[in-house]
Structure formats: C-alpha cells, structure tokens
C-alpha cells in the first residue's frame, strides 16, 4: 500500500535559519503530493501541493518539488520565523480503488523556531 | 466562503452521556471527512461521505456514528464513549473522491472523555 516516511522530529533551528524537512514516499499510482501546516491547538492547513513530476509547490516562503525519480518532496524554506513553529505533515493523494482517492499521511515532523 | 466550520471546539463528556459533533462547509464540496487525532500522531481516517452516501468506514466502533442530512453538513454523533476516545476530531472536505486534490480541514473539536 501507499505510505509515507518523513524524518522524525523534534526540529530545532534559529530565526533566519534554513529549513529543510525530508519525505519520501511510496505509492502504486501516480499521487499528488502534500504538505501541511498544523499550527498548536489547530486543525491542518494546506501549505502546498504538486501533482505531476517536477512540478514545484510554493507558499509563504516554503517550497518543494515533486522529484518521481528519488519518490521525494521535501519541503524547504530559506529562511524561518518564530511563526513558523508547527507541526509539518507530508502526505499523497492517490487512487485507493475503484477510482477513490484517499489522503495518506506521514508522521509529522515538529518544528520550534527560536529567536 | 472558504472554510471547513466546525462545533464546538471543545466537548467534556461522560461515558454514559450522548452528544454530538457538526462539520459545515459552504464551498459547494461533495466529499467529506471525518478524521481522529491522537497527540503528536497524524489523522486517522474514521468515514467518508461522497455525494451524501457514506463511502469508507475505516471499522469505526458504533460508538461513533456519522450522519450527512445535506450536501454542506456532516454530523458524528457520541455514545457511550471511553476515556481513550479522547482526542481532536478534525472534519474536512474536498470537491470529490474522484479527484487526487488537498482536502480543507475545520480546526477541530477537542474533544475529553471522563
């Protein structure tokens, strides 16, 4: 079945830090890919998506690319703030059967900015 | 009107009371989610609902039961709880089951079981 793996957390970085947080993924089909920002006591909050290869997902400074030869999106962000601290989910979109698609999510990875 | 409307944001419960969640979305979204998330874990899935017709039971107790009156409203109704279902439910919604798309998740309710 689909899954995804992303590195374990905690994160910790300095404001104006460079951030990257690794995912890959496994999947049968031809997913869309995800991340999500789940700020403390919130629900999820889409940050960016990419659906086909090499397509390059970006917002509030966070980018990531859909790479299907290493099956990773990484997300990336030069330089984080202090609102930035959330946790980060990675997950695909795929077709579970029948035409169904379901969302799979990894672990999460929990990122604390300080100044 | 771009958001997933979920009450309350906070639930205290007894094991023998019965009560109930609400979802609501007005972006004209045909399938909706129900999702239950543990501390420091991902969502789990608990129902789909695509087109008002329940879609995927993820072997949800029947403690747990799902409800769609309308195309805009998802209800998970409560009852006779244990303490372990304590956690945040999250509703979301989506334009389709058919379509490999991000889904708009509410900001949950919190919900505690004593």
């Known amino acids: 079945g689909d899954s995804v793996t992303q590195m374990e957390g905690p994160v910790t970085l300095s404001e104006e830090a460079f951030l990257t947080i690794n995912c890959t993924y496994t999947a049968t089909g031809y997913p869309s890919l995800f991340w999500y920002v789940q700020y403390p006591g919130e629900g999820l909050q889409l940050l960016l998506k990419?659906?086909?290869?090499?397509d390059k997902g970006s917002n509030k400074g966070f980018e990531a690319t859909y790479r299907k030869e290493t099956t990773s999106f990484h997300l990336e962000k030069g330089s984080v703030q202090v609102s930035d601290s959330a946790v980060y989910f990675c997950a695909l979109s795929d077709d579970s059967g029948a035409g169904s698609y379901q969302l799979t999510f990894g672990k999460g990875t929990k990122l604390s900015v300080i100044p | 009107d771009t958001e997933v409307t979920q009450t309350p944001k906070h639930l205290v419960m007894g094991m023998t009371n019965k009560k109930s969640l609400k979802c609501e979305q007005h972006?004209?979204?045909?399938?909706m989610y129900w999702y239950k998330q543990k501390a420091k874990k991902p969502p789990e899935l608990m129902f789909v609902y695509s087109y008002e017709k329940l879609s995927i039971n993820e072997s949800v107790p029947s403690r747990f039961s799902p409800e769609c009156p309308n195309s805009s409203l998802l209800n998970l109704h409560l009852h006779a709880l244990q303490p372990e279902d304590s956690a945040l439910y999250l509703c979301a919604s989506s334009r389709g089951i058919e379509r490999a798309e991000g889904y708009t998740f509410g900001s949950g309710t919190r919900l505690t079981v004593v």
């Open positions: 990419a659906t086909k290869a090499d």
């Open positions: 972006m004209g979204h045909r399938a």
